[in-house]
């Protein structure tokens, strides 16, 4: 019995000691106390006679509106739809950031030029764009796209223009003295010194982008989360509402984990994250 109870001390001690063992069960409480707090919410909302209309709002309500919005395939869609406005709009983003912040940390004159310019463009907000993007793009799909890429490139650029500041400048001297070529510089040398801090930047823009996803398809579009959860509020379908909130805060969760998981396997700042 003692051997027993010692061997399952030493399994539960092994689990507490283990980080990402500990992380999620950490993570599993609080995201178990905030269904309690919304259950409990949920719970005065009906017993309460001036919100009892409100009651759908709830945690047991908005579950159950799941299999409906799933059968429907109303979930599917709309992911389907508001991921590719993100996906291709992160991809701009990348393909304009990255080149711009390498220049931005390599060139000394580009940096001191742009750097002014890029903060003003930076500091508008995604949003004030949206009557040029309308008058520009012939379509809702290139509008949102465009409001997500002006809205991500600016973490991803100057994410990069900083961690490349920060590599040893001897670095560049040891390869260009072992005959690295411009390309072998950029591939062998750049790319991997900076890849914690692009991935960093991807990150943050990802979250940026998603913030803006969702009222970029409040107008003009047919389909989206954002649509979605517009069509639900003028339905008055309170619990199907919540559940697409839910599905976003889901999504967005995922698409967060992944990035995380590619900062702490491609980059060599590992554990970081």
Request: net charge positive; glycine share 10%.
């Amino acid at each position: 019995m003692t051997q027993e109870v010692a061997f399952r001390g030493g399994v539960v001690s092994r689990f507490i000691e283990h980080p990402a063992l500990r992380r999620f069960a950490w993570g599993v409480a609080g995201v178990a106390i905030l269904a309690a707090l919304w259950f409990a919410a949920g719970l005065w909302l009906q017993a309460n006679p001036t919100t009892q209309s409100f009651a759908a709002f709830g945690l047991i309500p908005t579950l159950q509106a799941f299999p409906e919005l799933f059968g429907a395939g109303k979930i599917q869609a709309a992911a389907a739809a508001s991921g590719y406005r993100l996906g291709m709009g992160l991809l701009i983003a990348i393909c304009i950031g990255v080149p711009i912040g390498i220049l931005m940390g390599r060139v000394k004159w580009f940096q001191e030029y742009s750097n002014a310019a890029f903060q003003f463009l930076r500091m508008v907000s995604p949003l004030a764009w949206m009557p040029l993007a309308v008058l520009v793009f012939a379509t809702w799909n290139g509008s949102i796209i465009f409001l997500i890429a002006i809205a991500s490139v600016w973490p991803v650029m100057f994410s990069t223009a900083a961690g490349l500041a920060k590599v040893d400048p001897s670095w560049f001297k040891v390869a260009r003295n072992l005959g690295a070529t411009p390309l072998q510089m950029l591939t062998r040398v750049i790319m991997p010194a900076i890849a914690f801090d692009v991935f960093s930047g991807i990150r943050l823009a990802l979250g940026v982008a998603w913030i803006v996803l969702v009222p970029a398809e409040y107008l003009g579009v047919t389909s989206g989360l954002g649509y979605a959860i517009e069509d639900a509020r003028e339905t008055l379908s309170y619990n199907h509402l919540t559940a697409l909130v839910l599905t976003i805060g889901v999504i967005g969760y995922v698409l967060d984990s992944i990035i995380v998981i590619l900062i702490n396997r491609y980059s060599w700042q590992r554990g970081h994250a």
